[in-house]
């Protein structure tokens, strides 16, 4: 591990030029850290449901506290030299992804609250102030700007919806119910304002560029991440909200089989870790699903949902180092044309 965070530090933190191009570092990054909590958040929940050992998911969520460290300052630097700290946030294309940097301090937070309560609580906090702080501004610029519905996309439902509904998750693991469901009002109601504008753009407009095709993985977040927080909030307890939540989680997770051919077109880059998160979600809930059920044989099952969500984890790690070494993974900075010299 000491390794990987290392090599990552020099490829990503410290590197901004490959063959005289400068990289431009893009806020998708931190889907590398994002979804490398989701992973660990899947193992956490397995861990409770059939005791299993804990390492694994301390393994992950240490990994993604170490990967949110190195990127984060290397993000701050990118931007500020290549003069984006004005521009980065009410981006129609990138401003959305900037609030996984508030996002992943959450779940993170609450992992650590397991080990020093006070330190945890005060991660955690940060996290969910800075996530409103962020969602709330966004909302304004995308209510105050003029943005074609062509630029929208589903990455649009990180700020406030999926923000919500993660805050949502961890006030209730940490305790605290009636801060739980207020933050499952926002994300829901957020989630339901969104869908309403993002699902007519991806019906009615033409299909979104190759870079951004991943992001059509985060549709399935939603119902997923708010299945996660209810399970969260009502203990872990079937009811009708849990019964509808996953029958639309279903139909989502549907819809995913049928863009596996769509998704082949996009080139890899950061914009790929939008399934890690996604997907390390529904196999969460999944898990929750089989120990609230009480299905039989779930420790096989369970253990089959963890081996899937893992091995898909890797596949992507190991495409990204390829692309790094590579320098094929982060975008570079097109140079400006020169000028034609007058006759």
């Known amino acids: 591990m000491r390794w990987f965070v290392s090599w990552w530090r020099r490829r990503v933190g410290g590197m901004t030029t490959v063959q005289g191009a400068p990289?431009?570092?893009?806020?998708?990054?931190?889907?590398?850290?994002?979804?490398?909590?989701?992973?660990?958040?899947?193992?956490?929940?397995?861990?409770?449901?059939?005791?299993?050992?804990?390492?694994?998911?301390?393994?992950?969520?240490?990994?993604?506290?170490?990967?949110?460290?190195v990127t984060a300052p290397a993000y701050v630097r990118n931007v500020a030299a290549q003069g984006r700290l004005r521009r980065e946030l009410p981006d129609p294309t990138m401003g959305p992804f900037t609030s996984l940097a508030a996002i992943t301090l959450m779940p993170m937070g609450v992992a650590l609250a397991g080990y020093a309560r006070g330190a945890g609580e005060a991660v955690f906090f940060a996290g969910l102030a800075l996530t409103i702080?962020?969602?709330?501004?966004?909302?304004?610029?995308?209510?105050?700007?003029?943005?074609?519905?062509?630029?929208?996309?589903?990455?649009?439902?990180?700020?406030?919806?999926?923000?919500?509904?993660?805050?949502?998750?961890?006030?209730?693991?940490?305790?605290?119910?009636?801060?739980?469901?207020?933050?499952?009002?926002?994300?829901?109601?957020?989630?339901?304002?969104?869908?309403?504008?993002?699902?007519?753009?991806?019906?009615?407009?033409?299909?979104?560029?190759?870079?951004?095709?991943?992001?059509?993985?985060?549709?399935?977040?939603?119902?997923?991440?708010?299945?996660?927080?209810?399970?969260?909030?009502?203990?872990?307890?079937?009811?009708?909200?849990?019964?509808?939540l996953g029958g639309y989680a279903a139909l989502m997770a549907l819809v995913q089989v049928s863009m596996l051919s769509t998704y082949r077109k996009a080139p890899f880059g950061p914009g790929h870790w939008a399934f890690a998160f996604s997907y390390a979600a529904a196999f969460t809930d999944g898990v929750s699903w089989l120990a609230v059920e009480r299905v039989r044989d779930r420790e096989p099952l369970t253990y089959v949902l963890l081996a899937v969500a893992t091995c898909a984890w890797a596949a992507l790690a190991g495409r990204t180092v390829v692309g790094l070494v590579r320098g094929t993974f982060l975008p570079r900075v097109t140079a400006p044309a020169s000028p034609t010299a007058p006759n």
């Open 23 to 69: 990289y431009r570092l893009t806020p998708n990054l931190f889907g590398v850290a994002f979804g490398t909590a989701g992973l660990a958040q899947c193992w956490t929940i397995a861990r409770n449901a059939v005791g299993m050992a804990e390492w694994p998911a301390d393994v992950f969520w240490i990994l993604s506290a170490l990967l949110w460290l």
């Open 133 to 244: 702080l962020v969602g709330s501004w966004l909302t304004g610029v995308w209510i105050r700007e003029d943005i074609p519905l062509v630029k929208w996309h589903p990455a649009y439902f990180l700020p406030t919806a999926a923000g919500g509904l993660i805050a949502a998750t961890g006030c209730a693991t940490l305790g605290w119910s009636t801060a739980a469901r207020v933050m499952l009002g926002y994300g829901v109601i957020s989630w339901l304002v969104l869908a309403s504008i993002v699902l007519v753009r991806l019906f009615t407009q033409p299909m979104l560029p190759p870079p951004l095709l991943p992001t059509i993985a985060i549709e399935v977040a939603p119902p997923v991440v708010a299945g996660n927080a209810w399970f969260a909030i009502n203990g872990g307890h079937l009811d009708l909200i849990a019964e509808l």
